[in-house]
């Protein structure tokens, strides 16, 4: 495969952005077939790629039917690691994907605190080898190659497989991600108001997931929202999904940190991120790029001022752009 050159941009000025609405049904089991744009028909289908006990992880496959896809493109959904489930894949972002030739895998996997990093880390790593095993006969065959993407939490486990998963993915899209699971940002408290709406004691936090382990937060009977508001506040949001301390165990996070394992082979990256974001911050993008440079890697950075979490802002635009911009650098990559 030929490697893509460099890219860095800048848009000007500021640019921003709402969120867009996120698909919140999950599919039941079995296949659904739709009329897509243009007539195109589209299917989804949930298989079952992991077991655990009790527990099936579930990954939503969706394609264009009577066709080919050039390549898997591997969704992974954020929440901090302990929300959210593979019904989050954006409505928008899919249908890009889907008109653009890629298959769209949407997976879940066991979320925190629950499960703790390393179990998160392992699903991630098996749900790309059973794709790449061609899971339950996907494709006729399973395409190759697959691309990992992943917004905020899904972001960091979509630059995680960039070294941890067997094979690697061809290329990554990370959203308002992160390479760093320890720094201030993450393990002293939250100065952003976003994280006071919803405030609670600590053992009254702690029963929101006092639950068995989950893959999906649509099966959780407490409150992992609050939850997370909590950790933010307190700062111990990298203890509480790992079960080790920042300060005194730092080494024990450094084979699940992206920023401590980018190489020369690591696969080319689309970054996005706004400058504005007050739940990753924006360093978070520069730290990745810096490495990416320092190692030769491939990679797009679209730096979008003023932009909160997500993109968030007046200017409507700016999503779907990152979507765009970002679908480009992967076919870039995967069409060689």
């Known amino acids: 495969m030929r490697r893509c050159r460099t890219l860095l941009r800048a848009e000007p000025g500021p640019i921003h952005t709402t969120r867009r609405s996120l698909l919140r049904a999950a599919a039941a089991l079995g296949a659904n077939t739709w009329a897509?744009?243009?007539?195109?028909?589209?299917?989804?289908?949930?298989?079952?790629?992991?077991?655990?006990?009790?527990?099936?992880?579930?990954?939503?496959?969706?394609?264009?039917?009577?066709?080919?896809?050039?390549?898997?493109?591997?969704?992974?959904?954020?929440?901090?690691?302990?929300?959210?489930?593979?019904?989050?894949?954006?409505?928008?972002?899919?249908?890009?994907?889907?008109?653009?030739?890629?298959?769209?895998?949407?997976?879940?996997y066991r979320l925190a605190p629950e499960s703790k990093l390393a179990a998160i880390i392992k699903d991630i790593e098996d749900a790309f080898?059973?794709?790449?095993?061609?899971?339950?006969?996907?494709?006729?065959?399973?395409?190759?190659?697959?691309?990992?993407?992943g917004s905020s939490a899904g972001g960091y486990l979509a630059l995680t497989a960039g070294y941890r998963t067997v094979p690697r993915p061809s290329a990554i899209a990370s959203f308002w991600g992160y390479g760093d699971l320890i720094g201030e940002w993450y393990s002293t408290p939250s100065p952003h108001e976003r994280h006071y709406r919803t405030v609670m004691p600590r053992e009254q936090a702690l029963r929101q997931v006092s639950g068995p382990p989950i893959s999906n937060a649509a099966d959780r009977n407490g409150n992992g929202r609050a939850f997370y508001q909590h950790c933010r506040q307190h700062g111990i949001w990298p203890e509480?999904?790992?079960?080790?301390?920042?300060?005194?165990?730092?080494?024990?996070?450094?084979?699940?940190?992206?920023?401590?394992?980018?190489?020369?082979?690591?696969?080319?990256?689309?970054?996005?991120?706004?400058?504005?974001?007050?739940?990753?911050?924006?360093?978070?993008?520069?730290?990745?790029?810096?490495?990416?440079?320092?190692?030769?890697?491939?990679?797009?950075?679209?730096?979008?001022?003023?932009?909160?979490?997500?993109?968030?802002?007046?200017d409507a635009g700016a999503l779907p752009r990152a979507y765009a911009a970002a679908i480009s650098f992967l076919r870039t990559v995967v069409d060689g």
């Open 240 to 314: 509480q999904v790992s079960g080790w301390d920042p300060r005194k165990e730092a080494g024990e996070f450094e084979p699940y940190m992206p920023l401590l394992n980018v190489d020369p082979d690591y696969p080319p990256t689309f970054l996005a991120h706004g400058t504005s974001d007050t739940d990753v911050p924006y360093e978070q993008a520069s730290l990745m790029a810096e490495q990416f440079r320092r190692y030769g890697v491939p990679f797009e950075l679209m730096r979008v001022d003023g932009a909160e979490h997500g993109l968030a802002g007046p």
């Open 36 to 108: 897509g744009c243009g007539g195109a028909m589209r299917s989804v289908e949930t298989h079952i790629y992991k077991s655990i006990g009790d527990l099936r992880i579930g990954a939503d496959v969706h394609r264009l039917q009577a066709s080919m896809p050039r390549a898997t493109a591997v969704w992974i959904h954020g929440g901090a690691l302990i929300n959210g489930g593979r019904q989050n894949l954006p409505r928008l972002l899919k249908h890009m994907l889907l008109d653009a030739g890629f298959a769209v895998v949407s997976i879940d």
């Open 129 to 149: 080898l059973w794709i790449e095993r061609g899971g339950a006969g996907l494709f006729d065959g399973a395409p190759s190659p697959t691309v990992a993407l």
